[in-house]
């Protein structure tokens, strides 16, 4: 690949990295607004302090991430805390989690910003231990943000969804995850116009190597790119470590988008008529 393909590729990256860090940043600074409230009130309230209470939380909460729900043109569709099993007093588990009047899951086309109705009682057959997804595990086990996806998202979107979530803490101990989802075909929307650019097949894959989106239609949304040596060039970003574009054995470049964990997987233009 010759130097212009190369800051070509680069070029487009960035545009990726553009259109996600936004999001991310976002959710970075509600964490600091959830670190600092709950520093006071809420401060040692692990082991049940009848200061830590859902009826007090939520509001903080719905306050904090509506406005960008129902901000018009906003790629997320939902977003929240997700408090620690024993954090509040009054809910062992509890998910703080809103809605936006885009996102139809359980809710035959509402028009307006809602709380999501999951289940919370571990005796119920429809409880899902969520400290055991992804979403959670990661940051938890890491204590940084992490985007999960693309994954069918059962629990509040029914649908393919990229998911960040980073953790908060309170006293030096993990309370929750604060983050927000985005609907996977939305995101396609504003990322493959720019994929297109790319002469050549271009994939957006996360660090696992799972598809996000392509300009090549052979390669099928949440699916895994099998290509030799993929896996050792994205292993970086599974810690956030930044990294220089990588050429693959079979001459695909392999550019992280910036902070995003993602990777452009670019390969060279065929020659025309070729």
Same mark, same amino acid.
């Given at each position: 690949? !010759?130097?212009?393909?190369?800051?070509?590729?680069?070029?487009?990256?960035?545009?990726?990295? !553009?259109?996600?860090?936004?999001?991310?940043?976002?959710?970075?600074?509600?964490?600091?607004?959830?670190?600092?409230?709950?520093?006071?009130?809420?401060?040692?309230?692990?082991?049940?302090?009848?200061?830590?209470?859902?009826?007090?939380?939520?509001?903080?909460?719905?306050?904090?991430?509506?406005?960008?729900?129902?901000?018009?043109?906003?790629?997320?569709?939902?977003?929240?805390?997700?408090?620690?099993?024993?954090?509040?007093?009054?809910?062992?588990?509890?998910?703080?989690?809103?809605?936006? !009047?885009?996102?139809?899951?359980?809710?035959?086309? *509402?028009?307006?910003?809602?709380?999501?109705? *999951?289940?919370?009682?571990?005796?119920?057959?429809?409880?899902?231990?969520?400290?055991?997804?992804?979403?959670?595990?990661?940051?938890?086990?890491?204590?940084?943000?992490?985007?999960?996806?693309?994954?069918?998202?059962? #629990?509040?979107?029914?649908?393919?969804?990229?998911?960040?979530?980073?953790?908060?803490?309170?006293?030096?101990?993990?309370?929750?995850?604060?983050?927000?989802?985005?609907?996977?075909?939305? #995101?396609?929307?504003?990322?493959?116009?720019?994929?297109?650019?790319?002469?050549? !097949?271009?994939?957006?894959?996360?660090?696992?190597?799972?598809?996000?989106?392509?300009?090549?239609?052979?390669?099928?949304?949440?699916?895994?790119?099998?290509?030799?040596?993929?896996?050792?060039?994205?292993?970086?970003?599974?810690?956030?470590?930044?990294?220089?574009?990588?050429?693959?054995?079979?001459?695909?470049?392999?550019?992280?988008?910036?902070?995003?964990?993602?990777?452009?997987?670019?390969?060279?233009?065929?020659?025309?008529?070729?």
């Amino acid at each position: 690949m !010759s130097t212009t393909l190369d800051l070509a590729a680069e070029h487009i990256a960035r545009q990726v990295a !553009s259109t996600i860090e936004p999001a991310l940043a976002m959710v970075e600074g509600w964490r600091g607004v959830l670190e600092t409230e709950l520093s006071g009130p809420f401060a040692g309230a692990l082991g049940g302090s009848p200061d830590a209470r859902a009826e007090t939380l939520d509001p903080v909460i719905e306050a904090l991430v509506g406005a960008e729900l129902e901000r018009e043109g906003a790629l997320i569709t939902g977003a929240g805390f997700v408090a620690a099993p024993g954090f509040l007093a009054d809910a062992q588990w509890h998910l703080a989690w809103w809605l936006s !009047s885009a996102n139809t899951f359980g809710a035959a086309g *509402a028009a307006s910003l809602r709380r999501l109705d *999951a289940v919370s009682d571990p005796d119920s057959e429809q409880f899902r231990d969520y400290t055991t997804l992804e979403w959670w595990r990661v940051p938890e086990r890491t204590g940084r943000r992490h985007l999960t996806g693309p994954y069918v998202d059962y #629990l509040c979107t029914d649908d393919y969804t990229v998911t960040i979530t980073t953790p908060v803490f309170a006293d030096g101990e993990m309370i929750g995850v604060v983050g927000a989802d985005a609907y996977v075909a939305r #995101l396609e929307g504003e990322l493959l116009p720019v994929l297109r650019e790319w002469s050549g !097949s271009g994939t957006l894959v996360n660090a696992s190597g799972r598809i996000l989106a392509s300009n090549d239609s052979r390669r099928a949304t949440g699916a895994l790119l099998r290509i030799e040596g993929l896996a050792g060039a994205l292993a970086p970003l599974h810690d956030e470590r930044s990294t220089d574009p990588v050429q693959l054995p079979g001459g695909e470049f392999v550019v992280p988008c910036g902070d995003t964990t993602l990777a452009l997987v670019a390969e060279s233009p065929r020659p025309a008529g070729g």
